[in-house]
């Protein structure tokens, strides 16, 4: 299977998941880390924070910004602030 292939199946994978359990997320994690092929792991990863849906918490994301640093990190700290705005602009459930 070519990385683009498996790549599209992460992806369809992250949009059918419900928000991710710790021990999911951290399985998840590990399943990208044995990716032989950067370009895959670095895909796969903008992919699980990206998502429109909040697969992974807050807290999630933060713990993939301090294992990878770099431009990941400045990536989802846009997230975080995304996420941040979006909830401090939705009505209240009052």
Same mark, same amino acid.
Request: proline share 3%.
């Given at each position: 299977?070519?990385?683009?292939?498996?790549?599209?199946?992460?992806?369809?994978?992250?949009?059918?998941?419900?928000?991710?359990? =710790? !021990?999911?997320?951290? @399985? *998840?994690? /590990? $399943?990208?880390?044995?990716?032989?092929? &950067?370009?895959?792991?670095?895909?796969?990863?903008?992919?699980?924070?990206?998502?429109?849906?909040?697969?992974?918490? =807050? !807290?999630?994301?933060? @713990? *993939?910004? /301090? $294992?990878?640093?770099?431009?990941?990190? &400045?990536?989802?700290?846009?997230?975080?602030?995304?996420?941040?705005?979006?909830?401090?602009?939705?009505?209240?459930?009052?």
């Amino acid at each position: 299977m070519t990385a683009r292939a498996q790549w599209e199946q992460f992806r369809e994978f992250v949009e059918a998941s419900p928000p991710l359990a =710790d !021990a999911d997320f951290e @399985a *998840v994690l /590990a $399943r990208i880390a044995a990716l032989d092929d &950067a370009w895959l792991r670095r895909a796969c990863l903008v992919t699980l924070v990206r998502t429109h849906r909040d697969v992974c918490s =807050d !807290a999630q994301l933060r @713990a *993939v910004a /301090a $294992r990878h640093g770099g431009k990941l990190a &400045a990536f989802i700290a846009t997230v975080l602030a995304r996420r941040a705005t979006s909830r401090a602009r939705a009505p209240s459930s009052r």
